[in-house]
C-alpha cells in the first residue's frame, strides 16, 4: 500500500524546522558563491555604463563640431556676398548724381562692412570653440579606450569566476527550488522576507551560548526549552530570526567540562604530636 504523502501545510513543525535549515544551508552556500565573485559584476556594470556615457558624449561632441564647422562656412558665405555688395556699391560711388544716393551708398557699404566684421568675430568664437571641442573629443576617445581595456579585463576575470562556480550554483539553485516546493508557502514567504531583511542573509539560526545565532542577543531559558520541544516556530524577539536547537541543526556543542574541587587535606592528631615535640627540643 503506497504511503500517503503528507502535505506542506500538515507536517509537523520539527520537520517544517528541518526543510527550513536545510534551505537556508543551501542559499548561504549560493552566498558564499556571490562573495567569491566579489564586486566585479558591480564594477562591470559600472563600467559599462561609463564606456556606453563615453560613446554617446563622443557622438555628441561630434555632431557639435560638424554643426560648428557648418555654421563657419555659412559666415563665411555671408563674408563674401558682404564683400561683393561692398564691392559694387564702391563702383556706384562714381555714378552718383546728388548727395543723398552718396550718402545711401555709404551706409550700405558701412552696413556691409559691419557684418563682414562681425561675421568674423563669430567665425573666431566658433574656431575656439571647435578647438575645445577637439580637445574634449581626444580626451574621451582616449578615456574610452582605457575604459574599454578595463571592461575587457574585468570582462573576462568575471567569466573565469562565474565558469568555475556556475556549475555549482546551479545545482544548488535546483536543490533549493526543490526543497521549497515541500515548504508550506506561507512559511517560506515569512522565512525569505526575514532573510531578505538580515544583513547576512540568516533567516533560521541555532541557539549557541544562549543566544541567537544571528543577532547574539541572550535568549531566556524558557525560550530555549520552547525551542528544543519543537511544537512551535519560535522567532527571536530582537531580530525575528526564526530559532532551532543545535541538534536540530546537526550542530554538536560540547559541554565545558566542570573542574572537581581539589579535597583539603586534613591532617590527623598524631602527625602533629612529633611536630610539636621537635619544637620542644
Avoid: W
Avoid at 237 to 251: F, N, W
Amino acid at each position: 500500500m503506497a504511503k500517503k504523502k503528507i502535505s506542506p501545510a500538515e507536517m509537523m513543525v520539527e520537520d517544517k524546522l528541518k526543510l527550513l535549515y536545510q534551505l537556508q544551508t543551501i542559499l548561504s552556500e549560493i552566498d558564499r558563491i556571490r562573495i567569491l565573485r566579489g564586486e566585479l559584476p558591480l564594477e562591470v556594470e559600472d563600467l559599462e555604463d561609463e564606456v556606453e556615457g563615453l560613446r554617446t558624449r563622443i557622438e555628441r561632441t561630434e555632431r557639435e563640431v560638424v554643426n560648428i564647422r557648418s555654421n563657419v562656412n555659412e559666415l563665411k558665405t555671408q563674408i563674401d556676398i558682404a564683400n561683393g555688395k561692398i564691392a559694387k556699391f564702391k563702383e556706384q560711388l562714381d555714378n552718383v548724381r546728388n548727395n543723398r544716393e552718396y550718402d545711401t551708398l555709404n551706409k550700405e557699404i558701412e552696413f556691409q562692412s559691419l557684418e563682414v566684421e562681425l561675421c568674423n568675430k563669430r567665425i573666431g568664437e566658433a574656431t575656439r570653440l571647435e578647438k575645445n571641442k577637439e580637445e574634449l573629443l581626444e580626451l574621451s576617445r582616449k578615456n574610452l579606450e582605457e575604459r574599454t581595456q578595463d571592461l575587457e579585463l574585468k570582462k573576462n576575470e568575471l567569466d573565469e569566476i562565474v565558469a568555475e562556480t556556475k556549475a555549482d550554483e546551479e545545482k544548488l539553485r535546483e536543490k533549493a527550488k526543490n526543497l521549497e516546493l515541500s515548504i508550506e508557502p506561507r512559511l517560506l514567504a515569512s522565512f525569505k522576507r526575514i532573510r531578505k531583511s538580515s544583513r547576512n542573509g540568516l533567516g533560521i539560526v541555532y541557539v549557541q551560548r544562549d543566544s541567537c545565532g544571528g543577532c547574539f542577543a541572550h535568549i531566556p531559558p524558557q525560550r530555549q526549552l520552547d525551542v528544543r520541544m519543537r511544537k512551535k516556530i519560535i522567532v527571536c524577539e530582537y531580530c525575528g530570526r526564526i530559532l532551532v536547537d543545535p541538534e536540530l541543526a546537526g550542530v554538536k556543542i560540547e559541554k565545558p567540562v566542570e573542574e572537581k574541587p581539589k579535597r583539603r587535606r586534613t591532617s590527623r592528631k598524631g602527625d602533629s604530636e612529633p611536630q610539636d615535640a621537635n619544637a620542644e627540643a
